[in-house]
């Protein structure tokens, strides 16, 4: 996963919940509806870290915690779970490509990337400069 893939990969959890949609409802309706939107957050964590990783070969798990990027994980699962809850009666690919059109310099910031480190490519740029 990088920036040129991550919306369809968000939108693979869409398909992934669409498929199974009737044992997601019991997950939903049952005592463990935790579970499902666990389920959510962790897919979404592990799509981000794949762009961030992309972005930074360098970060670790620690610092991932800290960065700006967890509302932006929480407002992704927030859209999967009101479009679960609402029946799933939006197109998920315009969901995912009218809500989530972001450009590079949008998504660096909101992962918490140093964008003076990025090339075009989205790519991160180990310094060579000596002190």
């Known amino acids: 996963m990088d920036y040129s893939n991550w919306q369809e990969c968000y ?3 869409f398909r992934y919940i669409d498929y ?3 044992f ?3 997950i939903v309706d ?3 509806y935790s579970l ?3 389920f959510v957050l962790q897919s979404i964590d592990l799509m981000l870290h794949g762009v961030l990783k992309s972005l930074q070969k360098d970060v ?3 610092r991932m915690q800290e960065q700006p990027w967890k509302l932006f994980e929480y407002g992704l699962q927030g859209i999967i779970i009101n479009w679960f809850t609402d029946g799933l009666r939006e197109n998920p690919e315009l969901l995912v490509n009218d809500l989530l059109n972001i450009d590079m310099p949008h998504l660096k910031m909101l992962l918490g990337v140093d964008t003076d480190r990025i090339d075009q490519t989205g790519h ?3 310094s060579t400069s000596t002190i």
């Open 20 to 22: 199974h949609k009737e």
């Open 36 to 38: 499902f939107t666990d």
């Open 124 to 126: 991160f740029v180990h």
């Open 24 to 26: 997601m409802q019991h």
């Open 60 to 62: 670790s798990r620690n």
């Open 30 to 32: 049952s005592q463990a």
């Open 11 to 13: 939108l693979r959890i």
